[in-house]
């Protein structure tokens, strides 16, 4: 079994929980929130996608 990536797995939380505040802004009929949610989802998704192709690259996945 190979090691965990813990950058990996901090960016996966942190997406999963990015999802979780656009339908607690939803909920909260919360246009702003529901909005800051989806670019800092599309922000840490993009830097995540951004690392593993690095990882990739130096074979270290």
Do not use: D, N, Y
Request: one cysteine or more; aromatic letters at 12%; proline letters at 0%.
């Amino acid at each position: 079994m190979k090691q965990i990536k813990w950058v990996l797995l901090f960016f996966a939380i942190a997406a999963a929980t990015c999802m979780i505040g656009i339908g607690i802004a939803i909920g909260e009929r919360s246009f702003i929130g529901a909005a800051a949610s989806i670019a800092a989802l599309v922000f840490i998704m993009g830097f995540g996608f951004k690392t593993k192709k690095k990882l990739r690259e130096r074979g270290e996945i």
